[in-house]
């Protein structure tokens, strides 16, 4: 059952019903998707009446672009620590395409994210919560670059453009290997279709390889 708050006064209180609404926020997108999550949604499972959402937050799309920023840095750092680890193949054998691709799997809302903050929520936002969320992802992106560029020969300018590329295909991928109900129907009774539905990891991964192997720098005679 949800909880049930009384109006937040202290500052104290007002960050926890902040993190109330990102929790119910998470909880609900991660399984289904964050089209489908309204801002009643996230309210109820706050506890929340819907008015006293936008004490918090200006609107869903704030609220999903906030989840947005938390997920560039948890991603950034869990990509530093495996690459650090030394615990996968050397980026010249796959490794740093199965790290960047492994660790996006396991994060499907960052996923889902990728599509849906150019496309929509940032353009449902004021100036400054979008400059907010840029600041975050620009801080990600920089222990990103750090930890790409010290294990392997990739250029600082060359690791950009692949973070680049892989987080665009990502969010493009994760919504075609996860179709709604209709259309996941339709590629199990139609196999001439059924190409569209493809696998996320395998295909990820395959296609970040190709990018680490074309941005790596070639020896000159």
């Known amino acids: 059952m949800p909880h049930t708050f009384q109006r937040a006064r202290s500052p104290e209180a007002k960050e926890e019903r902040i993190g109330a609404l990102l929790a119910a926020a998470r909880s609900l997108a991660t399984p289904q998707g964050l089209r489908t999550v ?6 109820q499972a706050a506890g929340v009446h819907v008015s006293g959402v936008r004490r918090y937050f200006g609107s869903r799309e704030e609220i999903f672009l906030t989840l947005a920023a938390e997920e560039w840095t948890a991603w950034a750092h869990e990509v530093s620590t495996r690459l650090a680890s030394g615990t996968s193949a050397p980026p010249a054998e796959g ?13 499907p809302l960052l996923c889902d994210l990728l599509a849906h903050v150019p496309l929509s929520l940032e353009r449902e936002v004021s100036a400054e919560a979008v400059r907010d969320y840029k600041l975050t992802a620009v801080a990600a992106l920089d222990v990103l670059l750090d930890a790409i560029t010290g294990v392997t020969a990739l250029s600082r300018g060359a690791a950009q453009d692949l973070v ?15 179709p709604p109900a209709t259309l996941a129907r339709l590629y199990a009774e139609d196999e001439r279709v059924a190409h569209a539905a493809s696998d996320f990891t395998p295909r990820l991964t395959r296609l970040t390889e190709a ?10 005679p």
């Open 38 to 43: 309204t801002l009643t949604d996230i309210a």
């Open 95 to 107: 490794g740093l395409a199965a790290v960047l691709a492994g660790t996006l799997a396991e994060r």
């Open 164 to 178: 680049a590329a892989v987080t665009s295909i990502a969010g493009s991928l994760w919504q075609v290997s996860h």
């Open 211 to 220: 990018l680490v192997r074309g941005l790596e720098p070639t020896s000159r």
